[in-house]
Each structure stands twice: as C-alpha cells, then as structure tokens.
C-alpha cells in the first residue's frame, strides 16, 4: 500500500511549483540505476521515435500503420515479450494492433497503452521527422509516437535495472485510436480482454506541462455522438404556423437546440455540441463524412432537417442524465411536427476513481524525487478520449504519462526531447515500485 507519509506530503502541498536542480537522495540503488540507464539512453530512444516518425501512418493508411508496428514489434522482441499482430475483420477496415505480453506470474499485471496510428494520411504534405536542438517536429512526433517510444525504453529500463522479472506487463499498441473502426466490439475486444486481465493501465500519450508544474491524468471525457432528425409538413410558406401547417422542420430544430441550450446545458464536465445542420425540403447527409447536401425555398415550408453533434461526459451516469434530458425535449414537438433522436456511444469516459488517484500520488512522489516538483490532477475539461478509457473501468487507470508536446494535430507539431527521458524514467520507475508494493503485501 501507498506509505502514510507519502500520501499526506501529496495531498497537503500547496505551492505545486517545480523545482530545477533534480536530485535523486530519495530513490533507492535500483531507481538510479534506472535513472543512470535512461540518460545514458536517451538519443537511442530518440533515434527509435526519428524511425517511426518518419513512417507515415495515418489510420487509413493500413499499410504505413503495418510498418510502425513491425518496428514496434522488433523492439518488443527484443525486450523478450510475445508479440502478436491481431488483423481487424474486412467489416472494421482499419490495420489491426499490436500486442506483446510478458507474463512474469509476480508482481502488478499492468497495462501499457499506446497508438500506432496517427491523424496525417499517406496524401498529407507533413510525413517527416525533423530535428532543431532539443525540439523535434513530425507527424505524430507528440501524438503518440514519442509515447510508444516511452513505453518500450521504460521496460527496457527495468530489464537494464534486473527487474523486469517482477512484473507482468501487456502491451497494446491499437492501430486506430484517432479513426476508431466500428463496430466497438470488434475493434477494442483484445483491448477490452486486456483490462479485464490487468490491475493497473497506463496511458502514455503526451503529459501537460503547463505554469511550471507537471501534471497527471486521472479522468478523461467521454466521446460518443447524437443525430437529431426532424419532420414537419411541407406547403406553401403563406400557410407557416397554421393550424393546417404548423411551425415546420427548421422551427423545430431550432426550438430543440434551443432547449438543449436552456434545459440540459450547464452541469460540471457535460459539454455537447451541434457540430453540422442541413434542412430544407430535400436533405441528403453522410454521418460517415460529416457532409452533405440540402434543398429548399424561401417560400416552402421545410421538412426536414438532421442536426449531427457530439458529446462528453465525465462519467456513465451524466451521459444517461443527458441524454434523458435531451429525449425529454425532442419529445416536446411544435404543431405538424416530430423529431426522433439516436445516440452512438464511441469512447466511454474514464472516471476519477479512487484508484485513480492513488497512482497520481504516487507518480508524484515520483516526480518529486526526479526533482520536478509534486504532479496534481489535470482538469479533466483538458483531455480528449482516448483508448485507456475503453478498460478504465474494470482497472485502476493514469493516463498522460507521455513526453511535452505541442500542436497535436497540425502541421506545427513538435516535441519537447529533454522531457523524453523524464517520462521514461517516471514511468519505469512508478512501475518498479508498485511491483514493491507487491512484494511488501
């Protein structure tokens, strides 16, 4: 179990400042040999993430997302896990993922989560690795190519430290985490199979460093998506809001989202957005493109209209609380109308549990004792989904143990290369001792 002592300094620190001079009298013999390897290391992990960088690997693009994961496979081997490559079914239309596994029968069963592919496709301009001093800029340099470096050069620590043995570790890099395919029970089974197995998962796309502390995730947001779909009478626009006629389909779209504004809007952590509208008296749209087309006359009373949105959530329960708010209004229709809504569920939220927090105290000591400071929760409003969610509810989760980055997702992406080696060495280092924990217990 986590020590008193410990828990108390991290939940009674008021000033989160990060301190300069890292020191590492805190740390036992083991923990700086794994410090001493990492740094020693430090440009091999780089030269892996320039390798991968430069493979283009956008989510459509199965093959380029093949190629990162045979390196990522032979780094694996190398580490001694089995490595599988689990091909996703025609139907799904994505590459598949890779899996190592390294079932030591002591120690935590842990978790490692990362991703192969990224959101630039083989026709983007931005497909290299470039290197300027300690920045580093590429497609996927930040998200999350420098986390699945990360995750090998912290299991490659503890080899380095002897003491590897004492954990059990899967490691799941997916194939599609920015494009998931569908269906969920297809694309996230063997991940989903792998929280079922582990104790703890750990997320390794990028960490926050923001006004001078370094912060840890405990929760993320969910991701899932509503279509509203409305009908109403068409005629001639002289006859608009009569008994006969009735208010027609835009009116009672916009008195929808009016009233999702109004009535459902405003608790803690629940945003949702109306992110495209088409209507008119023809209306054509592609929910797998975010596109479409609509017809119609000033004159004519519309009728229909589709309304695409998105939501977050930062639990279950909020979701359901939501989306029975949003029912209750649709369900409210003006005259000569009605309205249906459909809800798709993509990625669940990942709750601040008290095991959740747990790790974050004690990747705090961690950081501490790498001279940066204590690590508190990130604002959960700060994170996107992302796959850790998928198994968050049957483990205790952290998530952003990657490397600092910026401009995820643009053409200005770049990484921070001195914070490479301080994630692998917090990682490496919150692993061996929760194997100590085990031992202990």
């Known amino acids: 179990m ?119 496709e083989a026709d983007d301009a931005f497909q290299s690795f470039k290197r300027d001093g300690d920045t580093a800029i590429g497609p996927g340099v930040d998200d999350m190519k420098s986390g699945n470096v990360i995750i090998v050069y912290a299991l490659k620590a503890l080899r380095a430290a002897g003491v590897l043995d004492d954990v059990s570790v899967v490691v799941a890099y997916t194939g599609d985490e920015e494009k998931t395919g569908a269906p969920l029970s297809l694309s996230r089974k063997h991940l989903i199979e792998a929280g079922e197995w582990a104790d703890i998962a750990l997320g390794f796309e990028s960490g926050v460093h923001d006004g001078g502390t370094d912060w840890a995730t405990i929760a993320r947001r969910s991701s899932s998506s509503w279509m509203l779909t409305v009908r109403g009478r068409q005629a001639h626009s002289s006859g608009v809001f009569s008994e006969e006629v009735g208010a027609g389909a835009i009116f009672e779209a916009a008195r929808i989202l009016n009233a999702f504004y109004e009535e459902v809007r405003g608790e803690e952590y629940l945003t949702f957005n109306a992110g495209t509208i088409q209507g008119g008296t023809s209306v054509e749209y592609e929910p797998e493109q975010n596109r479409g087309t609509t017809f119609g006359k000033t004159n004519v009373v519309p009728n229909t209209v589709v309304v695409h949105g998105g939501m977050r959530t930062i639990s279950q329960q909020q979701l359901e609380r939501a989306r029975d708010r949003m029912r209750a209004v649709v369900a409210d229709s003006l005259p000569h109308t009605s309205a249906s809504i459909a809800f798709e569920d993509r990625y669940p939220p990942m709750a601040p549990t008290e095991g959740n927090q747990r790790l974050q105290l004690l990747l705090s000591d961690v950081n501490r004792d790498l001279g940066r400071g204590e690590m508190p929760a990130l604002d959960p409003s700060r994170r996107g989904a992302a796959d850790i969610s998928f198994v968050a509810p049957m483990t205790d989760a952290l998530a952003g143990l990657g490397a600092i980055g910026t401009g995820g997702h643009t053409p200005n992406e770049t990484l921070d290369l001195t914070s490479m080696p301080l994630a692998i060495k917090r990682a490496a280092i919150l692993i061996y001792r929760l194997s100590q924990e085990s031992h202990q217990d």
């Open 2 to 120: 986590i020590s008193q002592t410990r828990m108390i300094r991290a939940l009674t620190a008021v000033a989160l400042t990060a301190i300069s001079l890292p020191t590492l009298a805190d740390m036992d013999a083991t923990e700086r040999r794994i410090a001493e390897w990492v740094d020693a290391n430090a440009e091999n992990a780089i030269d892996l993430l320039a390798e991968t960088v430069n493979i283009g690997s956008g989510t459509m693009n199965h093959d380029g997302v093949r190629a990162v994961g045979a390196v990522m496979r032979r780094e694996l081997d190398a580490i001694g896990l089995e490595t599988e490559w689990i091909d996703m079914p025609a139907e799904v239309n994505r590459a598949g993922h890779l899996f190592g596994r390294r079932h030591s029968g002591r120690g935590p069963r842990i978790l490692m989560i990362g991703h192969l592919d990224t959101v630039f």
